[in-house]
Structures are given as C-alpha cells and as structure tokens.
C-alpha cells in the first residue's frame, strides 16, 4: 500500500506552542517524547496552568526524557527519565496519536511543525522507546570507566590532566604548556560533534580551522562503556568534515569506520585546514589525536600595554586572561571582559589584540576568539581597523592565516560602509 504524503502544519509566533498544546488536548491520546521543557511555563503561566489541568481531566498520561540539571512541566500524569547534557538538543518533539509536534523555542519567534502522518508517528514512537530503553551514560561515567582510565595511563603516563568541554564534545590532554607536539584524547558522546563555537563568526562556528598545526592525525579507537575491556568495533561510525582548499572552503565529507588507521586529517597542502568530526553512532567513541605544531611567535604584551593607565593595563590583562581561561565561551560566562576590550580606542587595542592572536591553542578556539573580539571592534572603524591589520600582515605580528582573514572579512566591512 503506498504511504500517504503527510500533512504538515506549521505555527508560528509567540501562540505557537499554545495551538500545538491544544491540538494535544483535542486528540487526547497519551504521548511520548523527549527534550522535555519547562519554557511554556517561562512563557505562559495561565496558559500553561490551563493546558496542565486539562491533561488531569482527560486523563492524557506522558512519558518524556529530559535533560539533567533543566525545568520540565511536572505532572502525576507524566512519567520521566533524565538524559545527560551531551544529548541535548535545542528543541522538544511530542509524539501523539497520529502527530509528530517539534518546537523550535530557540527561534524568535517560536515555530512548532505539526506532521501528521501515522507512518511518521509509528516511526518517531518506536525510535523514543528505544531510546527509553537504553540505558545512557553521561561524561563522568564514560571518563571513570576502566577502559578509558586505562587509555589516559598509558597516554599521559603521570602527567597532570586537563578536561576542555566542549558543546558536543570533550578533549582531555595534559596541562603542559609550549609543546611541539600535542597529543590528546577526544570523546565524543553519540550524536556528537567536534563543531560548534561561539565565536559568532560562521565558519569557525561551523567547522574549526587549524592554523596552528603543521600535521595532525586522527585514530579512531571505538566505542566505549563503563564494564567494558575493549574497544567495541563500530562500523561507518564519524563523518569527517573538510575542506581540501582554505580559500575556496568548499566542504568534503567521508565516512570512517573504528579500528582503522591514522586518518591525516591536516597537511602542509591544506588539506583538511577546516575540519570536523561528528560521531554517527549511539555509542560514545574515543579518538586519540597528534599533531606536529608550526613554530609561532610568543604573545608580548609590555610594550603595547605601555599606552594605557596602570588601572587599564591591569584590565586588558584580565579580559586576556578570560580568554585564555575560557576560550569562546568568554562570550557566554565573562562578556564583561568582552566589552572592557571594545570599549578602548582601536588605535590602541587592536594592536594588543592581534598580537594575542598568538596565544597557544588548548582545544578552546582562543585565537579564533579573539578573531571574532577584533572583527567586533573593527566594525565602529573599518578603515581604521584596516590599516593596523594591513601593518600587521607586513611586520609580521601575528599568523598571517587569522590577518588574512580578518583582511577580506574587514574589506566587506568596508564595501558595505560606502
């Protein structure tokens, strides 16, 4: 019998989610899902108290998986399970009756797209109780485990260890600083990705780019659970996504198994200059990662902090130091000291800034950070910003990569402005 086209429903604004809640109400079938939310009740609360009690009324019992540490709307009704934060996702999909609900809350405004389709929804139901039946293990689980404690021995033998969380992934290496050769472990939870800054600048967002690295390969070891002794053999399990060209950035992708050899994911040509890695499998998987860094000049600051007050020098240097600590997350836990940087004449800062472009990479985009903290700036006075990146790139101040870049996207600045 030939499957029907699905009837698909969109609802848009901020009475999105409250007609999609409604239609709930009307069809009154129990429903499952997950990425279970408490933002209707931020939202609505007399709309959602209403939506709540008329549950109670008809009886409409729910299982739902949430994540640990987030609000959902508590209910006799319903039943949960908590999922770690690497599973999470930006949005919640209700399956009921013969309807797959999926809110988008993270757009302004809100959208919900209603598919109804009862192929879809049998399709949707049975993909949640396999996920309600596994049993998922957050970060600490997977980095106390024996198999993965055994790794980090023989890898960093005594070394003092460092744990850099990503969005969707996690590096651990060792602490030491001014290395030649970085080796680190990576860990990516199912579904996860080594993408995914907040710089604000699109392409270092999207897929990260190495300049910093003469070579680097990757050796994907497999999956790995508490209780497990070895590695499991995971087939056509991480994409890797690059670009054979830093200009033309056009992306490839191909697809690895585990236990395969070093992949050399960055060479002197440009291949692979833009890279990620997204795991495609529902087990966590550990890579292992080495690469030969280019020689960089160290970041100087005295000289070019001469220009400011005491008071100001001792500022920059803690709004650099943010950076270090935090990586692109500054932008999340310390904009303070994002806005301490903008709020200086570019004459005067921009030099700093580029010069810190020189900072030591540790798995948290510092330099691409500081890219976007001088991209920020350059937008007040483009031409002013111009010529110091122009003087930078022929005295040599900084990777010329990162100057390069700040040249063509500070030109479009430019072009817009006349």
Same mark, same amino acid.
């Given at each position: ?14 009475? %999105? ?34 939506? !709540? ?6 009886? @409409?019992?729910?299982?739902? *998986? ?12 319903? #039943? =949960? ?10 949005a919640t999909t209700l399956i009921y009756g013969d309807r797959v609900a999926i809110f988008l809350w993270f757009l302004k405004p809100i959208f919900v797209f209603v598919i109804k ?19 998922? +293990? ?9 198999? *993965? ?7 960093? +033998? ?15 290496? $060792?602490? #030491? ?7 680190? @472990?990576? *860990?990516?939870?199912?579904?996860? $990705?080594?993408?995914?800054? &907040? ?80 795991? *495609?499998? &529902? ?8 690469? #030969? ?6 970041? &100087? ?6 220009? =400011? ?6 500022? @920059?240097? !803690?709004?650099?130091? %943010?950076?270090?600590?935090?990586g692109d997350e500054v932008f999340n836990k310390e904009s303070q000291s994002v806005d301490a940087l903008c709020s200086y004449s570019e004459e005067k800062i921009l030099p700093i800034? @580029?010069?810190?472009? &020189? ?25 002013? %910003? ?10 040599? $101040? ?6 390069? #870049? ?13």
């Amino acid at each position: 019998m030939a499957q029907l086209t699905p009837e698909i429903i969109v609802f848009r604004g901020k009475n %999105a989610f409250k007609k999609a809640f409604t239609d709930l109400i009307q069809v009154g079938k129990p429903f499952v899902g997950w990425g279970a939310t408490d933002r209707a009740m931020e939202i609505d609360p007399e709309f959602t108290q209403w939506y !709540l009690k008329e549950r109670e009324k008809k009886g @409409i019992t729910a299982r739902q *998986l949430y994540v640990e540490g987030r609000g959902f709307l508590k209910s006799a009704l319903s #039943e =949960f399970k908590p999922i770690p934060p690497e599973y999470a996702g930006p949005a919640t999909t209700l399956i009921y009756g013969d309807r797959v609900a999926i809110f988008l809350w993270f757009l302004k405004p809100i959208f919900v797209f209603v598919i109804k389709s009862k192929e879809t929804a049998s399709a949707y139901r049975a993909h949640f109780d396999f996920l309600w039946n596994t049993r998922v +293990f957050n970060f600490d689980e997977i980095l106390h485990s024996g198999l *993965l404690q055994k790794e980090i021995r023989e890898r960093f +033998f005594d070394k003092k260890m460092a744990v850099v969380r990503r969005k969707k992934s996690f590096i651990l290496m $060792t602490d #030491e600083k001014g290395q030649t050769t970085v080796e680190r @472990i990576l *860990l990516l939870p199912p579904r996860g $990705t080594t993408s995914g800054a &907040n710089t604000g600048v699109k392409e270092f967002d999207s897929i990260n780019s190495h300049p910093e690295a003469l070579k680097a390969w990757v050796t994907i070891l497999g999956g790995v659970a508490p209780g497990r002794n070895g590695y499991s053999h995971i087939k056509n399990c991480v994409k890797f996504s690059y670009s054979d060209s830093v200009e033309k950035r056009k992306l490839n992708t191909a697809i690895f198994s585990s236990h395969s050899p070093p992949i050399p994911v960055l060479r002197p040509n440009g291949f692979g200059f833009w890279h990620s890695f997204t795991n *495609l499998s &529902n087990e966590w998987i550990v890579l292992f990662l080495k690469k #030969e860094l280019r020689p960089i000049k160290q970041a &100087n600051f005295p000289e070019l902090l001469s220009v =400011f007050s005491q008071i100001e020098q001792e500022k @920059i240097k !803690l709004s650099l130091q %943010a950076i270090t600590n935090y990586g692109d997350e500054v932008f999340n836990k310390e904009s303070q000291s994002v806005d301490a940087l903008c709020s200086y004449s570019e004459e005067k800062i921009l030099p700093i800034l @580029i010069n810190a472009l &020189n900072i030591e990479e540790r798995g948290k985009h510092e330099q691409c950070t500081v890219f976007a903290i001088i991209l920020k700036i350059a937008k007040k006075d483009p031409q002013t %910003a111009m010529d110091i990146v122009l003087s930078a790139r022929k005295e040599q $101040t900084a990777p010329d990569f990162y100057l390069k #870049e700040l040249e063509k996207k500070i030109g479009k600045l430019l072009l817009k402005k006349r």
